[in-house]
């Protein structure tokens, strides 16, 4: 089993940036696939990005394509997201997963995180 933590989450102004981490337990980290996914109120939750077990290769909704960049660090079981230039629109409770395989599919994410709120204001 792997266990998720979301932290970097909070309050910021259109155009500014944050960056989230997920931090996770388990020695088999390095051999998953890590994603993000974000849930607005009222909406459904919708993928933002991913990262292979590896690191590199990543992929991105276009909604966050050029603004979102994440990246992982196997020796200390932690995946960021770095979020530039943001929007109001960014404005969600964000979470990260695990996978066994690279996806943009939610069902195929096995373990979650309790989510992290990003709020971004005018």
């Known amino acids: 089993q792997v266990q998720l933590v979301e932290s970097g989450g909070g309050l910021v102004q259109a155009g500014g940036s944050l960056r989230l981490s997920c931090a996770a337990s388990?020695?088999?980290?390095?051999?998953?696939?890590m994603g993000w996914f974000r849930q607005a109120p009222g909406k459904e939750r919708e993928f933002v990005g991913g990262i292979n077990s590896s690191g590199g290769r990543t992929y991105y909704a276009d909604s966050v394509k050029g603004r979102f960049t994440l990246s992982r660090d196997n020796a200390k079981n932690t995946v960021y997201m770095q979020m530039n230039s943001l929007k109001l629109e960014d404005t969600a409770v964000y979470y990260c997963a695990v996978s066994r395989i690279p996806s943009d599919r939610e069902s195929f994410y096995e373990y979650w995180g309790q989510g992290t709120q990003v709020t971004v204001s005018s």
């Open positions: 388990g020695r088999t980290f390095s051999s998953y696939t």
